[in-house]
């Protein structure tokens, strides 16, 4: 008759360890027997809250004690496997090597909190690790064999009880006491290796010295509770080898859970596809938890991704007809269905053509999904989200191919149906709306002291029609070239005219002071169309320059404006000329006799009218023209060309043609204009506050 003896210490959720001999005391056999057990199975009890659980296993490593002659022994080590998976609640052991001196800690086979037996590793002699209790507390005892030693500073195990040394006769001052021996990983790993168990240690080994593989014991209990039928795990796995493009065995027999677990923390899209063959399997109604936990691990594992390998294969498919049939559909969507999140690069532009989808649906699946509903049921994912906008800005049947293709996927991760309902019904109320008209592009230039010469920072916003700046996000958040920033500024623009089919000429460029004098409309912009060389973000754009970092500390700069731009077309332009170019001069003027005046040129080097635009500047004067090519007075003809005195409206526009024929020509048109243009209308762009998805977390 067997009986209870020892205990053990789980390895993976289908293994346990534990000391041949306290598997040969449970079987009524002498503990220090040799041969291996005949026995088939073996009762395995797991101590865990609530009714203790009780399971059969087999033994299927077995290192048998071997005597050394200091009365101790070595080998002694027995792998259990279980027929079914540990408890939820049972962890798999996470390992650390015994060091002499280590504080440690031993519990009772029954797991209870007052079973526990303190001790010091004390001596290490041929592989063996002896251990001293103090007199005080419990002690380790007949039960302990088998059972972990727990480190009492680290979350971890760093060997097995063997055995204590017993006392014998009346106890005396000299006799020794509480000293045990125990082997440590480091032994215990040797042994098994020898014994052929090195698949075992790996998994062992693969575990993290802190938090264990959370992720490998999730799979593996999910499994064992989906697939714990041989014959409907060989089901399932021939299914997915298939897809997956793998050869199954020959003779039908069935993969060991462990080797599943392998394949899906291995393989991107085995989990997926795993799960699609799952769901299919069980009707509506009669989803079992345990793929819902599968999913789950799933979403905390760094290998899986969020589509089945056939899901992704026709996705792709569909993507493609959308951005061949309306290359601006895709990046339109994405800007309003993932609003708070930042957007694939690829999905950033004014278009994506059909050659960008598998690029942009990888980064898709792989923004994080959101918080868990309050029904405790997953959210809907972005790249689903998109879908669904997508699909609202088609037609028939292309429209309900994605729908479809959207629902079948919701129903194989769990998603409510009235959660992706909501999505489509954002997505119809979305589809309807006629997009907002973009009247000008803004970009902010900066420049830290850090930056690379010739590299500066560059924010976006669209100034919607109603005159409601709205942020475009970029890829770059350090210093660009200043043709990266022309490239982006123009694809805003760009952008702005494929979603409103209006044309986007006006750029404001926000500078500082050191600022205004760099020539940003010489700044390549690059061109639409590859095989046409790229043209000066000037030439293509009424570039204009602004100045908050002057005109803000001004506390009556609005004022000032409005009034200027109130009598605009009563007054003519102010010229500042050798005569007049005194900065007190200019000073006084525009505070008494030219208080009204909207527009100012300035004519002379450029270097010192920069305290003259500054001064224009802190006026409140809206509109500044000047040549920063200028060498001197003599060169005030060359801005002849752009006609200062003509239209005040149309003087953007006379830039701009200009510009045209600077780039033309460069040596017939000396001039290099630049052109401060503040709207009355002008409104200041948001603060650096950015708010992003909460479920980005903190590391955006």
């Given at each position: 008759m067997g009986?209870?003896?020892?205990?053990?210490?789980?390895?993976?959720?289908?293994?346990?360890?534990?000391?041949?001999?306290?598997?040969?005391?449970?079987?009524?056999v002498r503990p220090l027997t040799a041969d291996r057990p005949a026995a088939d199975g073996l009762d395995v009890v797991f101590h865990t809250v609530g009714a203790p659980r009780r399971t059969v296993a087999r033994v299927i490593v077995w290192v048998p004690p071997r005597r050394v002659p200091s009365g101790v022994w070595h080998g002694d080590l027995c792998v259990l496997e279980l027929t079914e998976p540990a408890p939820a609640q049972a962890r798999s052991a996470v390992w650390l090597e015994m060091a002499e001196g280590q504080a440690v800690?031993?519990?009772?086979?029954?797991g209870k909190a007052g079973s526990f037996a303190d001790t010091e590793v004390k001596l290490v002699d041929e592989g063996i690790y002896y251990l001293d209790g103090a007199l005080s507390g419990a002690a380790i005892a007949p039960g302990f064999s088998g059972g972990p030693l727990w480190s009492r500073h680290d979350p971890a195990v760093v060997g097995l009880v063997v055995a204590h040394r017993e006392t014998h006769g009346a106890l005396a001052s000299q006799q020794v006491v509480r000293r045990s021996w125990a082997l440590p990983w480091q032994t215990i790993r040797a042994e098994l290796r020898a014994a052929g168990a090195d698949d075992l240690i790996e998994r062992c080994l693969a575990r993290d010295p802190v938090l264990g593989d959370p992720v490998r014991?999730?799979?593996?209990?999910?499994?064992?509770?989906?697939?714990?039928?041989?014959?409907?795990?060989?089901d399932h796995a021939r299914r997915l080898a298939a897809q997956l493009g793998y050869s199954s065995p020959a003779d039908k027999s069935a993969p060991s859970v462990e080797e599943l677990v392998d394949l899906l923390t291995t393989t991107e899209r085995a989990l997926a596809t795993l799960t699609e063959s799952l769901a299919s399997a069980h009707p509506a109604g009669q989803r079992p938890?345990?793929?819902?936990?599968?999913?789950?691990?799933?979403?905390?594992?760094?290998?899986?991704?969020?589509?089945?390998?056939?899901?992704?294969?026709?996705?792709?498919?569909?993507?493609?007809?959308?951005?061949?049939?309306?290359?601006?559909?895709?990046?339109?969507?994405?800007?309003?269905?993932?609003?708070?999140?930042?957007?694939?690069?690829?999905?950033?532009?004014?278009?994506?053509?059909?050659?960008?989808?598998?690029?942009?649906?990888?980064?898709?699946?792989?923004?994080?999904?959101?918080?868990l509903l309050p029904d405790g049921g997953p959210s809907v994912p972005a790249l689903l989200k998109l879908?669904?906008?997508?699909?609202?800005?088609?037609?028939?049947?292309?429209?309900?191919?994605?729908?479809?293709?959207?629902?079948?996927?919701?129903?194989?991760?769990?998603?409510?149906?009235?959660?992706?309902?909501?999505?489509?019904?954002?997505?119809?109320?979305?589809?309807?709306?006629?997009?907002?008209?973009?009247?000008?592009?803004?970009?902010?230039?900066?420049?830290?002291?850090?930056?690379?010469?010739?590299?500066?920072?560059?924010?976006?916003?669209?100034?919607?029609?109603?005159?409601?700046?709205?942020?475009?996000?970029?890829?770059?958040?350090?210093?660009?070239?200043?043709?990266?920033?022309?490239?982006?500024?123009?694809?805003?623009?760009?952008?702005?005219?494929?979603?409103?089919?209006?044309?986007?000429?006006?750029?404001?460029?926000?500078?500082?002071?050191?600022?205004?004098?760099?020539p940003v409309d010489e700044w390549d912009a690059g061109n639409a169309i590859e095989w046409l060389p790229g043209e000066p973000l000037g030439v293509g754009y009424r570039v204009a320059?602004?100045?908050?970092?002057?005109?803000?500390?001004?506390?009556?700069?609005?004022?000032?404006?409005?009034?200027?731009?109130?009598?605009?077309?009563?007054?003519?332009?102010?010229?500042?000329?050798?005569?007049?170019?005194?900065?007190?001069?200019?000073?006084?003027?525009?505070r008494t006799s030219h208080e009204r005046t909207g527009q100012v040129v300035l004519h002379g080097p450029s270097l010192a009218g920069k305290i003259l635009l500054e001064i224009c500047l802190a006026c409140g004067v809206p509109v500044i023209l000047w040549d920063r090519a200028a060498q001197s007075h003599a060169d005030a003809?060359?801005?002849?060309?752009?006609?200062?005195?003509?239209?005040?409206?149309?003087?953007?526009?006379?830039?701009?043609?200009?510009?045209?024929?600077?780039?033309?020509?460069?040596?017939?048109h000396r001039a290099r204009p630049s052109l401060v243009w503040e709207p009355e209308d002008s409104l200041p762009m948001p603060s650096r506050h950015r708010l992003m998805d909460p479920a980005e977390g903190v590391h955006t």
């Open positions: 009986k209870e003896a020892g205990a053990a210490v789980l390895l993976t959720p289908r293994q346990v360890l534990t000391c041949a001999h306290v598997v040969n005391d449970a079987l009524g800690r031993a519990w009772g086979p029954d014991d999730m799979l593996g209990h999910a499994l064992w509770e989906l697939l714990g039928d041989p014959v409907t795990r060989a938890q345990a793929l819902d936990q599968l999913l789950a691990a799933g979403r905390l594992s760094d290998t899986a991704r969020l589509l089945s390998v056939s899901e992704h294969r026709n996705l792709i498919g569909k993507l493609s007809q959308v951005a061949a049939s309306d290359p601006a559909l895709l990046p339109r969507a994405a800007r309003e269905a993932l609003r708070y999140t930042p957007l694939p690069a690829v999905l950033r532009g004014a278009v994506l053509p059909p050659e960008g989808v598998d690029a942009a649906l990888s980064e898709l699946e792989a923004l994080p999904d959101g918080d879908i669904e906008f997508t699909a609202a800005g088609l037609t028939p049947p292309l429209r309900e191919e994605l729908r479809t293709w959207s629902e079948r996927v919701a129903r194989r991760l769990g998603i409510h149906k009235a959660a992706l309902a909501q999505r489509r019904a954002d997505a119809a109320a979305w589809a309807v709306q006629r997009p907002p008209t973009v009247t000008r592009i803004v970009a902010q230039i900066s420049t830290f002291a850090s930056d690379p010469s010739g590299r500066h920072r560059c924010r976006l916003w669209q100034v919607q029609g109603e005159g409601t700046p709205v942020p475009v996000f970029t890829e770059e958040s350090g210093p660009s070239t200043t043709a990266r920033i022309g490239q982006l500024i123009r694809q805003a623009a760009e952008r702005a005219e494929m979603e409103s089919g209006q044309e986007v000429k006006d750029v404001d460029i926000l500078v500082d002071r050191e600022g205004l004098h760099l320059l602004r100045c908050p970092d002057i005109t803000n500390h001004n506390p009556k700069h609005a004022h000032m404006l409005r009034a200027r731009w109130l009598d605009f077309d009563a007054t003519e332009p102010l010229i500042v000329d050798e005569k007049t170019s005194d900065p007190k001069q200019l000073h006084s003027r525009l003809h060359h801005l002849d060309e752009v006609s200062p005195h003509g239209p005040l409206f149309q003087l953007p526009e006379r830039v701009r043609t200009f510009r045209g024929k600077i780039w033309a020509d460069p040596e017939r």
